[in-house]
């Protein structure tokens, strides 16, 4: 009796592939929502076999919350850096208005992905902690220039507005803005 010998294909090395399939999640969010991020979809988006998804993630609910979860610690910095020059009430309102009118630092593409995060977390509750952490990290940086609960009206202020900014046709006057600003802080002294 002879026995032949079993081929097996190489094991491909690929210790960045989790990391890849969760930005290939933002992306494939990004351009066909949460309703379209399918495993197949983010499968081709990362190059990976479909099987690859199941063995890093628990499913696509873990896949999305990590990918969620990414892209607001993404998004974090460029919000924080915006009040690095802060050092008064005046500054505090340009800053504000500035984060405003340059999308809080982020594309329409990072807005889509945000949207589409606070949409998904209202039916999947496991998401919403990843809204919290992120809203409590926006409200901190808030809170080294006014009281929490300013904070928190600056920081709805803040979303609201951009989300108006990027989804009307409408342009709006940073003039305008700062005057809203304004007139919350002043409402909160």
Do not use: C
């Amino acid at each position: 009796m002879t026995t032949v010998p079993v081929t097996r294909s190489p094991r491909r090395h690929d210790p960045e592939r989790k990391s890849r399939i969760v930005d290939a999640t933002i992306e494939v969010v990004a351009d066909h929502g949460v309703a379209g991020a399918t495993s197949r979809r983010i499968a081709a988006a990362a190059d990976v076999p479909l099987g690859s998804l199941t063995y890093h993630f628990a499913g696509l609910d873990d896949l999305l919350g990590q990918a969620f979860q990414r892209h607001a610690e993404r998004m974090s910095p460029a919000y924080e850096a915006q009040f690095a020059g802060v050092h008064d009430r005046a500054s505090f309102i340009d800053a504000v208005t500035g984060l405003i009118h340059n999308d809080a630092g982020s594309g329409a593409r990072d807005w889509a992905v945000a949207y589409e995060l606070y949409l998904a977390a209202l039916r999947n509750p496991a998401l919403r902690t990843v809204t919290e952490a992120w809203m409590r990290r926006s409200r901190g940086v808030l809170e080294r220039f006014v009281d929490p609960v300013t904070a928190r009206g600056v920081d709805a202020l803040i979303e609201g507005m951009v989300m108006h900014l990027t989804l009307s046709t409408a342009t709006f006057d940073p003039a305008d803005t700062r005057a809203i600003v304004t007139r919350l802080l002043e409402a909160a002294s």
